[in-house]
């Protein structure tokens, strides 16, 4: 078994746009994906959900504020699974709400290299 990090990307949403019956069955809605997931032991780690506003060092000491319209839309929060393969983890993916919003999941494998590893317990 594999652990897979998914990254949230969605475009900035007006949320005092939505009512609270709105916003409530939006959350309805994550909270069934990620119980999906959960209901299969696929769950690792809930991770964050990341927040706006928020700053972006760039080389040279540049600070942008977000969110960042550079990439037309914001990292919203991550979770981490396992599972078999990338194929299996994408299977996961389908139905994220985020897709609903014209939204993405990227699907990345997590890996701690032994160099790193080492590296890191050295300090």
Request: aromatic share 6%.
């Given at each position: 078994m594999e652990d897979f990090v998914f990254l949230f990307r969605q475009p900035e949403m007006d949320r005092s746009k939505l009512?609270?019956?709105?916003?409530?069955?939006?959350?309805?809605?994550?909270?069934?994906?990620?119980?999906?997931?959960?209901?299969?032991?696929?769950?690792?780690?809930?991770?964050?959900?990341?927040?706006?506003?928020?700053?972006?060092?760039?080389p040279g000491g540049i600070i942008t504020e977000g969110p960042f319209v550079e990439i037309r839309e914001r990292l919203n929060g991550f979770i981490m699974v396992k599972a078999d393969s990338l194929e299996e983890a994408v299977t996961l993916a389908h139905g994220c709400p985020a897709l609903e919003f014209n939204g993405s999941?990227?699907?990345?494998?997590?890996?701690?290299?032994?160099?790193?590893?080492?590296t890191l317990l050295s300090s």
């Open positions: 009512s609270q019956t709105e916003m409530q069955a939006i959350l309805n809605k994550w909270d069934n994906w990620f119980g999906g997931i959960a209901a299969q032991g696929k769950i690792k780690n809930m991770g964050l959900r990341l927040v706006s506003p928020g700053k972006v060092l760039k999941v990227e699907i990345r494998p997590v890996s701690m290299g032994e160099q790193l590893k080492g």
